[in-house]
């Protein structure tokens, strides 16, 4: 009888059976379990798949469980473990379960939609939800769909929505305890939240002396790794501290998840990149600030921002679960219990908070909407449309939103598509700028690096050049050698911002009074000491409040762009009405996106076609107050919207909201409209009831009239409001004889009714007339006797003749 070693050992049959019968598989396992190790390798021992691809999130997870796995067997990677990461790959013949991360998973699947040769993919820790696992899962579940209904795919994570998932993949769900040990939690309060970082410290000398064994923290970023290293102090000979992050290179990474030499301990400064699929010997505590550094995109500035967030609950638990994968552990939280219960319970996906721009790309190439792919959730129809803009200035899809032969290219690249774009455009340059595709791959290098010392991009890069740093060296090697090129002795530093504009044509900016107006519509802020005189700017990165910050860029003459990239100037002729001199300006501009470069009063006759859409425009912007009937018509418009609310069936959606969401309404009456005066003096009223038709105008009048008639024969206006009763304002004696209050909307609106004196000033307000006959009205008859003798006040008001008259002259 064999020993169970790990957790997941308890459910392979269960799980072998169900990617037997199934197409797809969904398997919750937490940390420890051995799910992204001992898992893999089996079901590659046993048969019962030719070749298996299991993508892991991050590069340090993938190299670390493909050495593992690989030592399992005796071999080195290459062999029947294979690796694909980004610049390194190492596979063979003899090849059967390869580890990759995303990106190669997606452009595996875009290379081979039938994936001859594999029939299982995994998706390890999918609860982390990057927009390239959501990519490829998507991909993967297409072609299993229409080219391979024998491909089997397997989700596996620690952390899941796991119904909401379960019912998305339509597959059964196989759960695996862990084999963790008990994490204690200890929170550890805050007098300030600001002050999360400077606690950090006092709270690895608190671990160190409370508890055994190495410590692993978790922080956003570099920069609060630099600052905790530095703000340690004294912490003793036995302890080593280290850092952990991406940034990193193999062997720093490698160094940092060794054990601790014997008789030592070690503390780990990290980021999330310890979060998930890795082991670091020793480590029995864990320290979470609870904090994670993560791109969010600006949708007004099509920039993706790194901000710091509070973590999920999920990622916390992932965090927690390091201590306790060899023996009990420790977990100390900053900041309350009542904090932690309040956080979300799973970090929102990043397809719904990043730019889609290469997702896009992936389906254009796939030959489908981002729209028609199976994925879990969909980007919302603004990041859809920012991300078309985007394609289109870098001409990988054209006006109708096709792929052209350059957005093949510059997808077949592998790589970011603005750094494509500029490297291939560069290549075409190469004629009239000699040597300009040596400076795309040493800008495209700089970018890698990450780390730029000056704002202007020219002296960073220049700055580089001569003092160039390890990873820059390879880096541009490495492109060069790619592109076939030597590197020159001197490049043309003068046409960096050329290739700016050829990566981030959306970030080209014009001076604008305080600011600066950059081509796709967003205003953004300069450091003036920077760049005092700059006309135009080619603009890198962004960020700071609202993302309206420019970090890197380098001013630009644009000039250069007619002569260079006359592709990304269009003419148009605009018809437009200007709010501030009250007149249609109709012009012919050269244009960059959204900045004006040039204009001159076109010649041409104003199209009314143009003349009612600028019309429509500035009505859509100011709403329907602009007219002067408005106050007139607020009536109609909140009858309008009480009549949807209570007979939806009956009458559309006709709020002011939506009336100005879609103004065609409106089309007929503009059409002759020729001044902004005549536009003011519309007759909105006819126009509001243009969109009813004959018989709802009558029900209209029927159900919510604008006027009732009360028993002395006087027909008496009605209030409405969108939220409560309607309202009657009349003189007491006008409703004498009237026994129960009047009926709108069939009994649907109360009506409230507000007697008042004869000289109109209120008496009373009721909802229900027949009770206020018979109780409160004695009262205020006996006043009203003494003060208006000459009126009639009856002593039975119920059964009693209305007037709107003196007793003398009824």
């Keep these: 009888m064999s020993v169970i070693v790990l957790p997941i050992e308890s459910v392979y049959s269960q799980l072998s059976e169900s990617l037997s019968s199934n197409s797809s598989v969904l398997l919750q396992a937490p940390p420890g379990a051995g799910k992204s190790t001992w898992l893999p390798l089996q079901l590659m021992l046993s048969g019962q798949f030719k070749k298996i691809v299991m993508l892991e999130p991050r590069r340090l997870a993938a190299r670390n469980i493909a050495n593992f796995l690989a030592q399992q067997l005796g071999e080195q990677v290459g062999e029947q473990i294979g690796l694909r990461i980004k610049q390194e790959a190492k596979v063979s013949s003899r090849t059967r379960l390869e580890i990759v991360t995303e990106g190669v998973l997606t452009r595996i699947i875009q290379q081979d939609p039938e994936l001859d040769g594999i029939d299982l993919i995994i998706f390890d820790e999918f609860h982390e939800r990057s927009l390239q696992a959501d990519t490829a899962l998507a991909l993967s579940l297409e072609s299993q769909s229409a080219l391979r209904d024998d491909l089997k795919i397997l989700v596996m994570s620690a952390t899941l929505d796991s119904e909401r998932y379960q019912q998305f993949l339509q597959c059964p769900l196989i759960s695996s305890e862990g084999r963790s040990y008990p994490v204690e939690e200890m929170y550890v309060p805050l007098r300030s939240e600001r002050e999360w970082l400077a606690a950090i410290p006092s709270v690895i000398h608190k671990a160190i002396e409370e508890q055994s064994g190495s410590i692993l923290v978790f922080l956003p970023g570099q920069k609060e790794i630099n600052f905790v290293a530095q703000n340690l102090g004294e912490l003793g000979d036995n302890i080593d501290v280290v850092s952990l992050f991406g940034e990193q290179n193999k062997q720093q990474q490698q160094a940092a998840i060794a054990p601790a030499p014997q008789g030592k301990r070690k503390v780990v400064?990290?980021?999330?990149?310890?979060?998930?699929?890795?082991?670091?010997?020793?480590?029995?505590?864990?320290?979470?600030?609870?904090?994670?550094?993560?791109?969010?995109?600006?949708?007004?500035?099509?920039?993706?921002?790194?901000?710091?967030?509070?973590?999920?609950?999920?990622?916390?638990?992932?965090?927690?679960?390091?201590?306790?994968?060899?023996?009990?552990?420790?977990?100390?939280?900053?900041?309350?219990?009542?904090?932690?219960?309040?956080?979300?319970?799973?970090?929102?996906?990043?397809?719904?908070?990043?730019?889609?721009?290469?997702?896009?790309?992936?389906?254009?190439?796939?030959?489908?909407?981002?729209?028609?792919?199976?994925?879990?959730?969909?980007?919302?129809?603004?990041?859809?449309?920012?991300?078309?803009?985007l394609l289109q200035m870098l001409e990988v899809l054209d006006a109708n939103g096709k792929l052209t032969p350059l957005g093949a290219q510059i997808h077949s690249f592998g790589t970011e598509p603005r750094h494509a774009h500029m490297i291939l455009k560069a290549q075409q340059l190469e004629v009239d700028i000699p040597d300009i595709t040596a400076l795309a791959c040493a800008l495209v290098s700089l970018w890698e690096e990450g780390k730029q010392h000056n704002p202007d991009v020219v002296i960073a890069l220049s700055a580089m050049l001569s003092r160039p740093t390890s990873s820059f060296k390879q880096a541009y090697q490495h492109w060069c050698k790619r592109l076939k090129i030597a590197k020159p002795a001197e490049l043309p530093i003068s046409a960096v911002p050329l290739l700016i504009a050829l990566a981030y044509?959306?970030?080209?900016?014009?001076?604008?009074?305080?600011?600066?107006?950059?081509?796709?519509?967003?205003?953004?802020?300069?450091?003036?000491?920077v760049w005092p005189v700059a006309e135009y700017l080619a603009i890198v990165s962004l960020g700071g409040e609202k993302g309206m910050q420019v970090f890197s860029a380098t001013p630009l003459h644009i000039e250069e762009l007619n002569a260079y990239l006359p592709y990304l100037i269009s003419q148009q002729t605009v018809c437009e009405f200007d709010e501030k001199q009250l007149k249609f300006i109709h012009e012919d501009r050269e244009r960059l996106g959204q900045i004006t470069l040039s204009s001159k009063p076109s010649r041409a006759e104003i199209d009314t076609q143009a003349r009612t859409q600028a019309w429509l425009s500035l009505i859509a912007k100011q709403g329907l107050s602009l007219f002067k009937s408005y106050g007139e018509c607020e009536q109609l418009l909140t009858r309008l919207k009480l009549a949807c609310k209570f007979y939806p069936d009956t009458f559309r959606d006709l709020s002011e909201h939506a009336l100005i969401a879609d103004l065609t309404w409106l089309y007929p009456y503009l059409e002759q409209v020729k001044q902004y005066d005549a536009l003011t003096k519309l007759a909105l009223k006819d126009a509001l009831m243009s969109c009813l038709e004959w018989s709802q105008q009558q029900a209209l009048e029927k159900l919510l009239p604008v006027k009732i008639q009360v028993p002395s024969g006087s027909n008496i206006k009605l209030t409405y409001q969108e939220e409560g009763p309607a309202k009657l304002s009349v003189r007491m004696q006008e409703v004498f004889g009237m026994l129960e209050t009047p009926k709108l909307c069939e009994g649907r609106l109360p009506l409230l009714m507000e007697l008042l004196s004869p000289a109109q000033r209120p008496l009373q307000l009721t909802q229900d007339l027949a009770n206020f006959w018979g109780t409160s009205y004695k009262e205020v008859q006996k006043e009203m006797k003494g003060r208006y003798p000459k009126h009639f006040w009856p002593d039975d008001p119920a059964n009693s003749v209305a007037t709107n008259r003196v007793k003398s002259r009824m």
């Design 269 to 389: 400064l990290t980021t999330n990149v310890a979060e998930t699929s890795l082991t670091i010997e020793g480590v029995r505590v864990v320290i979470d600030c609870g904090k994670k550094r993560a791109a969010v995109y600006n949708l007004n500035t099509g920039v993706s921002e790194l901000q710091t967030q509070s973590i999920s609950k999920a990622s916390a638990v992932q965090r927690a679960g390091r201590a306790g994968r060899i023996e009990p552990g420790v977990v100390y939280r900053l900041g309350e219990k009542t904090q932690f219960d309040r956080r979300i319970a799973h970090d929102l996906p990043q397809i719904k908070t990043s730019d889609i721009s290469a997702l896009m790309l992936e389906a254009k190439v796939w030959g489908a909407e981002v729209s028609a792919l199976p994925l879990l959730d969909q980007p919302s129809p603004a990041q859809q449309e920012q991300a078309t803009q």
């Design 505 to 529: 044509p959306d970030r080209i900016a014009k001076r604008r009074g305080q600011g600066f107006l950059m081509a796709n519509g967003a205003g953004v802020k300069v450091n003036e000491q």
